[in-house]
C-alpha cells in the first residue's frame, strides 16, 4: 500500500552524493549548508478494483522526502474531504469515505453499486480544493494457479516458501502481481518479498514454478523471517492486470530493491497513470486460493 510519496529527484540523490565524496576526498570538515528546494505538494492515489467486488481508492498528500514526521504531520497527510466518482459506460457513483485500520491512512473511499467486471473500463475523478485528477483502467481476465505447494527451507525446521506453478497463455501478453494474507499475522494482502509483480516478457506461453516469501506489512516487521511457517494458513491472491497497472507497480518495486542497496543510488522514476496528481487506478484479475502450511 502507498502511504504517500515522497518526492525523490535523481538530482537530489546524485547532487547529495557528489557533495559526500568531495568532502571525504578533500578531508575537509568545513560545515555545509546546502539548501534543496521544497517541492509543492501533490494528492496521492491508490486505487484499485477487481471483478465482483467494490472499487477502493486512498488518498493522501505527498510531502517533501527530507521533511520531518511527527504525529502532527501525519494527521496532514490523509485527505478526507475529496469527491471521489467512479464512471463507466452505464453507471456513475460517487464514493463513500469509510473507516479502515487495515490501512494507513485509514480511510477508504469504497463503492457501494459499482463492482468490478472483466474488461469493463473504469474512470476515476477525484475533485478536491479545485484541482481534478483523472485516470481510466481495465480489469484484464483472471488466470488460474496449477498447484502451490511448500518446500522447507535449507537450514530451518519449520520454514520455507510456498511454491506456485501456473501455465501462461501464449496468445497474450500478460501482467501479473502476487500477494498473500496469513491469518492471524496480516489484516490485508501484502504483495510478496522481492518480486511480487512481474510480466510474460522472458517465459510467454511457458509453465512457470515461484518460491514466494512473505512481503512486509509495515516498517515495524523489518528484519523479521519472511519465510512461511508450518501450521500457517496463508490466502493466496494471484491477479493480472494491464500495461499501465504493471508499469506503476514494477516501477515501485525496482525502487524498493535498488533502495535497499546500501551500495547503490536508486535513479529509478515511479510511473502513473494519474491525470493532474501521482499514484496508481488500476483494475485486477484476481483468482483467489487458501493453503495451509504442512
Not at 36 to 41: A, K, L, R, Y
Not at 213 to 238: A, M
Amino acid at each position: 500500500m502507498i502511504i504517500y510519496f515522497r518526492h525523490i529527484a535523481c538530482f537530489h540523490r546524485l547532487f547529495i552524493m557528489l557533495v559526500i565524496a568531495a568532502t571525504i576526498f578533500s578531508g575537509c570538515a568545513k560545515e555545509l549548508d546546502i539548501h534543496i528546494p521544497e517541492p509543492e505538494s501533490k494528492i496521492v492515489i491508490e486505487g484499485w478494483i477487481e471483478q465482483g467486488k467494490p472499487a477502493r481508492v486512498l488518498l493522501t498528500r505527498s510531502i517533501p522526502f527530507f521533511s520531518d514526521l511527527d504525529s502532527l504531520s501525519l494527521m496532514e497527510i490523509p485527505i478526507t474531504h475529496a469527491r471521489v466518482s467512479v464512471i463507466t459506460e452505464t453507471d456513475y457513483e460517487i464514493l463513500t469515505l469509510i473507516p479502515n485500520v487495515s490501512f494507513f491512512p485509514p480511510y477508504v473511499y469504497n463503492s457501494t453499486e459499482i463492482n468490478g467486471s472483466v474488461k469493463n473500463r473504469y474512470r476515476l475523478e477525484v475533485e478536491y480544493q479545485g484541482q481534478k485528477l483523472t485516470a481510466t483502467t481495465t480489469i484484464p481476465e483472471p488466470a488460474c494457479l496449477d498447484s502451490i505447494w511448500f518446500m522447507q527451507e535449507p537450514g530451518y525446521d519449520s520454514l520455507g516458501r510456498i511454491w506456485i506453478q501456473f501455465s501462461d497463455n501464449p496468445l497474450t501478453i500478460d501482467f501479473y502481481r502476487i500477494m498473500t494474507q496469513t491469518a492471524g499475522k496480516d489484516k490485508r494482502y501484502i504483495p510478496t518479498r522481492d518480486i511480487s509483480t512481474f510480466s510474460d516478457r522472458y517465459f510467454s506461453g511457458e509453465t512457470i514454478k515461484f518460491g514466494l516469501l512473505r512481503g512486509l506489512g509495515s516498517i515495524l516487521e523489518l528484519g523479521e523471517n519472511q519465510l512461511f511457517r508450518i501450521g500457517d494458513t496463508v490466502n493466496i491472491k494471484f491477479c493480472t492486470m494491464d500495461r499501465e497497472h504493471y508499469e506503476f507497480w514494477n516501477s515501485v518495486q525496482a525502487m524498493v530493491i535498488s533502495s535497499s542497496n546500501p551500495y547503490a543510488a536508486s535513479f529509478e522514476t515511479i510511473e502513473s497513470n494519474i491525470t493532474g496528481g501521482y499514484g496508481i487506478w488500476g483494475g485486477y484479475g484476481a483468482t483467489y486460493y487458501t493453503f495451509i502450511v504442512e
